[in-house]
T-cell receptor, first 110, second 114 residues
Framework: EDQVTQSPEALRLQEGESSSLNCSYT??????LFWYRQDPGKGPEFLFT???AGEEKEKERLKATLTKKESFLHITAPKPEDSATYLC???????????FGAGTTVTVRA | EAGVVQSPRYKIIEKKQPVAFWCNPI?????LYWYLQNLGQGPELLIR????????DSQLPKDRFSAERLKGVDSTLKIQPAELGDSAVYLC????????????FGPGTRLTVL
């Protein structure tokens, strides 16, 4: 069974204090790894898809990287509006299903 | 482009009562998903539709849950009767195709069963 573990569960940052979130996964092969952002009371919002080890993608202050066993979401010089829960999900080969981790809740203080 | 639309946004019911959730996917998206999200957890798939066909409902508790997607567009998820443990957020998502296509989520319906 595919497993996705995200750490830490919660992260409190000062504005401008860069940090990283971890997503480790166990899946036989990987078709894709997805990062979503979820604000309170809203549905997950798509951020990135990564397909192969060594791949990187960036969007504003966020950068996602992928290795064979884990992915990192780096937040550079965060702002209060980056406060949210960040969800990681994996998709196995020949499978449509997204298996989600429990998420990392990031709080950025001004 | 309009996103995935869900209604109602919130629903409070007594246990043993029926409840229904509605979803309108992004235009042109053939695949529709219903997920359940418990507090502090990631979403878990309940059912997937390709057009009007339910191609995977293995995670749907069929004794009390049912779903339909008539005409391959809008979808309804129903619970009858509701139990206390059904309190959660019910999310609808859609994608153009299936494998590797990005799934876009709606805002969800927060269900509270008293």
């Amino acid at each position: 069974e595919d497993q996705v573990t995200q750490s830490p569960e919660a992260l409190r940052l000062q504005e401008g204090e860069s940090s990283s979130l971890n997503c480790s996964y166990t899946v036989s092969g990987l078709r894709g790894l997805f990062w979503y952002r979820q604000d309170p009371g809203k549905g997950p919002e798509f951020l990135f898809t990564l397909y192969s080890a060594g791949e990187e993608k960036e969007k504003e202050r966020l950068k996602a990287t992928l290795t064979k066993k884990e992915s990192f979401l780096h937040i550079t010089a965060p702002k209060p509006e980056d406060s949210a829960t960040y969800l990681c999900a994996v998709q196995a080969p020949n499978d449509y299903k997204l298996s989600f981790g429990a998420g990392t809740t990031v709080t950025v203080r001004a | 482009e309009a996103g995935v639309v869900q209604s109602p946004r919130y629903k409070i019911i007594e246990k043993k009562q029926p409840v229904a959730f509605w979803c309108n996917p992004i235009s042109g998206h053939n695949t529709l998903y219903w997920y359940l999200q418990n507090l502090g957890q990631g979403p878990e798939l309940l059912i997937r539709y390709e057009n009007e066909e339910a191609v995977d409902d293995s995670q749907l508790p069929k004794d009390r849950f049912s779903a339909e997607r008539l005409k391959g567009v809008d979808s309804t998820l129903k619970i009858q009767p509701a139990e206390l443990g059904d309190s959660a957020v019910y999310l609808c998502a859609s994608s153009k195709g299936v494998v590797t296509d990005t799934q876009y989520f709606g805002p969800g319906t927060r269900l509270t069963v008293l």
